[in-house]
Each structure stands twice: as C-alpha cells, then as structure tokens.
C-alpha cells in the first residue's frame, strides 16, 4: 500500500504533457509507469496507479447492467478514462477533452489524495476546498468520528 498527500504545483509544455512533481513520483508503487487518467466528478483530473484503478474498475464493473442507472454510471465512467504511461522523466500527455474538462492550460495543482492524485486549474480549486476553520471543523466532526 501506498500513500500519496501534500499539494504541488506543476506545469503543462507546450505538448500538453505534465510532469508530476518529483515527491510524488518518488511515492508511486514501483512499476507505476502505466497510470490511469480519469475525469473527475468536479472540474479536475484524477490520476491512478494502475493497481490501485483496478480496484475501481472492479467496483464499477460489477454493477449490474441490467439497472438503467447502473449502465449510465458505467458508461459515463468508462467513457471519462485514459490511459496514460510515465516516461523517463516523469511525464504523460494529458488529451485535449481532459486538459478541456478541468479547464487546464499551464499552471496545474496537483494534490495527493492518498490512492490517487487530483489535477486542478489553481483557481479553480479553491472553489472545492474547505476555506472557513469553522466549516472545516464541522466536516471533521461529521465524517472523522
């Protein structure tokens, strides 16, 4: 198991690649070259670790397709996922339909989330983060008992 957390930032080249940042590199399940690229429910990126998808993968898949619902959720999932593979130096070329759902050009945030690693526009994601210590108390209180 592994652990991926804290907040970088990075940038886009000219090809639409990104670097991740070395301590997250350094992070990785080893053998983690091949990655799975997925867009997330809010306007960002999420990065898996091919171990770590198949987890995910198997959730989804065994939905039953015969629940209309169910389909809807598969279809929308499969059809937001790419896989990517890491070069040498740490890169992976992030599609045009991606780089255009999380509204990036070339200032990426990227954020460890533990299993997974988020992309986001830098202000965009400030929409999506707890700002109030009060309301950052509160969700503590609801979801870490």
Known sequence: MFFISGEYESKLDSKGR???????KSNLPSNSSEMILRKGDEPCLVLYPLLEYQKKYAQIRALSEFDENARKLQRTYFMGINPVELDNMGRFVIPKPMLEHAQLQKEVKVIGMGDRIELWHPAVVMEYTVQDPQERSELNRRFLQ
């Open 18 to 24: 990104l670097v991740l940042p070395s301590r997250i």
